[in-house]
DNA sequence: TCGATAGATGACCGTGAGGTCATTTTTTTG
DNA sequence: CAAAAAAATGACCTCACGGTCATCTATCGA
């Protein structure tokens, strides 16, 4: 096995090795089957070396669900802030964003595993309700209270559940890693869908 | 422990507090995770018991997904090809289904179950997609087409994507086993506020 | 060039769980 | 009531995996 020079860079690579073997493993057979040998195997270092970095399997997942949110939300924030398009625009917009994650394997493998396991592990589902979902639904009721602050729109049932526009990401994760095999799904198709309906039923037109 | 006559009842009652007590397992830390000994001794039965009615762990798994799922959408099923009320009022009647289900622990705690390890599980996917997700997207399916038919709905998208109809029942089951504890749901309004969103947008109307 | 140090390794340990089966208990039969 | 049959039991076997740590290796300072 090629040893690497000790730069930061290295290390980090490293990090992000067994990172991503974890998720292919943590994916594929799930938490408590996947085993630390095969995700050392595939991330081309010994056992031993994941506990260098980890202090724990469960650390590890831990990790590696904060890794992947980063930074993809806090730029769509910024954007519709920033941004005087109408309301019915703005949600065009969070629905090309939630399209373009269900697009993201790992994005999705992810939030298939906070949803699997979270329930076992507070910590994750915590930090993932805090960074992504509570973070989503202010800012699908922001748009939604510009919306109709601007009398755009006439209806505002969503604003009391944001969970209703965030919906088809949920079914697109869920279905494209479980019954995919059985019937594809088109899920940014599925997505446009919902965002345009969504937008009738706000506006009150048919546009 | 007590021993019990060996009619069939006696047999069944055995066989269905075995899948209880797995159910409650298996929902409470993952199907690898769940102790074969944890659910004998919470069923009543040694371990070994367990071997007279399932062949393996897996198998009861199996075993317990197929009967949780049983007769409730037929009966929809059959209300819905009997009646002659308008599409709208039949939408409306499977939103209370939904509803219903969401309110049901054992049939949530299947659906997370499902989209948990459905995909590790080939025979469970495949039978969940069977028994219900395309049932269930052929009832929405005709009852969309029903309401078009009459004219009484002027726009077909969800006809597209029934699973935009099923997603919020999917947003409760997950919800509610992931992150009820940091932010409650009420998952019969989540329900009730979709369909309400659905009608707006297929009739054009505000009713 | 040569210790010294930090990093990496993988054989090994302990534990715990799925599955088996000889034994025990209950029921049935003659 | 006794003996045979069926059902239930749980101690035990096997094996695999998370985690450890003595050993080895690469890098670096002098």
Redesign the pocket.
């Known amino acids: ?1 090629a ?5 930061p860079e ?2 980090e690579a ?1 990090v992000k090795a067994i990172m991503a073997a974890a998720l292919d493993q943590f994916s594929k057979v799930g938490f ?6 095969d995700i ?1 195997q595939a991330a ?6 994941i ?3 980890f202090e ?3 650390r590890l997942l831990e990790a590696l669900v904060a890794s992947i949110i980063s930074a993809p939300l806090e730029a769509l924030e910024n954007s519709v802030s920033a941004s005087t398009a109408p309301a019915s625009e703005l949600l065009r917009e969070f629905g090309a964003f939630m399209a373009q994650g269900a697009q993201d394997a790992d994005r999705r493998r992810v939030m298939h595993l906070v949803f699997s396991e979270g329930a076992r592990f507070p910590a994750i589902a915590q930090f993932h309700h805090r960074e992504v979902i509570s973070r989503g639904a202010a800012l699908v009721r922001a748009i939604i209270a510009k919306g109709r602050a601007s009398g755009e729109f006439v209806y505002d049932e969503p604003e009391r559940f944001p969970q209703l526009m965030i919906a088809p990401a949920l079914v697109a994760a869920v279905w494209l890693h479980v019954f995919d095999p059985i019937e594809k799904l088109d899920a940014p198709a599925l997505i446009a869908a919902h965002v345009d309906m969504l937008l009738r039923a706000l506006t009150g037109r048919a546009d």
């Open positions: 096995m040893r690497q020079a000790r730069t290295a290390r490293r408590e089957a996947a085993r630390l040998d050392a081309g270092v010994a056992k031993g070396t506990y260098l970095y724990s399997k469960e």
